[in-house]
């Protein structure tokens, strides 16, 4: 069983960045395929970025490249997405997952587990 925390989250103007952080527990970190998700209110949990058990690869979707950079420490059993040149359209809770079957990194039923999601704002 893995615990995923998410923090970072924040109130924060259009154009401005976030680092957003995930400190997982409880597995073994490096042998996942670990994701980003976001949720706006009334909608559907969407794919932001995905990175891979070594941090080699990495995934994003087309509203996050150029802007967003997902990466992992896994010594300290940590993933990372610095945002930057945020938008409005980006205020979601952001959710930190993760897949043991590394496939399907774009899709959110695939993942195992799943953190309580952080907060962000983006004020135009």
């Known amino acids: 069983q893995v615990q995923l925390v998410e923090s970072g989250g924040g109130l924060v103007q259009a154009g401005g960045s976030l680092r957003l952080s995930c400190a997982a527990s409880g597995g073994t970190f490096r042998n996942y395929l670990m994701g980003w998700f976001r949720q706006a209110p009334g909608k559907e949990r969407n794919f932001v970025a995905a990175?891979?058990?070594?941090?080699?690869?990495?995934y994003y979707a087309d509203s996050a490249k150029g802007r967003f950079t997902i990466s992992r420490d896994n010594a300290k059993n940590m993933i990372y997405l610095q945002m930057n040149n945020l938008k409005p359209e980006d205020t979601a809770v952001y959710y930190c997952?993760?897949?043991?079957?590394?496939?399907?990194?774009?899709?959110?039923?695939?993942?195992?587990?799943w953190g309580q999601g952080t907060q962000v704002t983006v004020s135009s």
């Open positions: 990175i891979q058990r070594s941090g080699g690869t990495t």
């Open positions: 997952s993760a897949n043991k079957n590394l496939l399907g990194y774009s899709v959110a039923r695939l993942y195992d587990y």
